[in-house]
């Protein structure tokens, strides 16, 4: 479905960034990398941990969509990890998103200490580096919608407004979720949805998502869509109702 309408606008600030296009929609992630330089080996503690951290992130995630978990001792095969659902996804969704992108991740990075792995549904993250409460500033990619707005400075305006204005509740909130729409005139809404990893503080959520919003005149200009979507925060806007 997200695949017919759209064409990808990539930059890649992680080079072992991969796209998957096409074939069998749904299950394929939005994006992934591989982000370690290290490799584990396949039977050994770091592989076990992992294992156990998935799993963890599997029971932890869907009751509140957010879940962040840590397996071993530091500097010794310790894994970080964490996973989160988009706040309208509801705990069966979530699950499902959530053990789907940890048997595709370890597949798509085998052996690799570190991976992430976007969906539309959730995202999962793990690393022997201890990224928890830190701003994601390695991991980021761009989706455009390729129609072209009509009256494209009005629009950006008003998309940059939504955005601001659904970022500044999504920082002051519990769930560091908001979504929303502004009418455009006309029947023409403008629809936009913003969401943050818990682990960062209120402060950090608004420094990613004001960044975020920061690139949408270099990502996304006078399209009728886009997405800035990173490892601790992200953002969508459409001109038709996306989420639930
Ligand atoms: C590693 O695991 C595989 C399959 O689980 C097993 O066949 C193999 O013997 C194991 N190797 C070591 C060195 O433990
Ligand atoms: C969860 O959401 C899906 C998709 O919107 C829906 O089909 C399903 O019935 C929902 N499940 C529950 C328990 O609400
Ligand atoms: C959008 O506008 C650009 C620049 O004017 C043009 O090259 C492109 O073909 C347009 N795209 C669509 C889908 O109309
Ligand atoms: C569940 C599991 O395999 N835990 C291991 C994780 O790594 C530490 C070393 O830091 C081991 O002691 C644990 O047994």
Do not use: H
């Amino acid at each position: 479905m997200y695949f017919s309408k759209f064409s990808f606008s990539l930059s890649l600030l992680s080079l072992s960034l991969l796209l998957q296009v096409g074939v069998g929609v749904g299950v394929d992630p939005l994006a992934y990398s591989c982000t370690s330089s290290e490799n584990f080996t396949p039977n050994g503690t770091y592989a076990s941990n992992l294992s156990k951290l998935l799993g963890n992130l599997y029971f932890k995630t869907p009751p509140t969509g957010f879940g962040v978990d840590m397996v071993g001792q530091y500097s010794q095969n310790q894994v970080n990890g964490l996973a989160l659902c988009r706040g309208d996804v509801n705990a069966t969704e979530c699950q499902t998103c959530v053990a789907g992108a940890s048997s595709e991740i370890v597949k798509l990075c085998p052996c690799n200490k570190g991976a992430i792995i976007w969906y539309d549904n959730c995202l999962l993250k793990y690393s022997d580096m201890d990224f928890i409460g830190k701003i994601d500033n390695q991991n980021k990619f761009y989706l455009v919608n390729v129609n072209n707005a009509s009256d494209p400075t009005t629009f950006n305006q008003r998309t940059i407004r939504l955005l601001s204005y659904l970022s500044s509740e999504a920082y002051a909130a519990p769930q560091m979720y908001a979504a929303g729409e502004l009418e455009l005139g006309g029947s023409e809404k403008l629809y936009g949805l913003v969401q943050c990893t818990r682990d960062l503080s209120s402060s950090d959520c608004q420094k990613c998502l004001d960044d975020a919003v920061s690139e949408i005149p270099s990502c996304c200009e006078g399209k009728q869509g886009g997405r800035v979507v990173g490892g601790s925060c992200n953002i969508r806007y459409e001109i038709y109702p996306f989420f639930g």
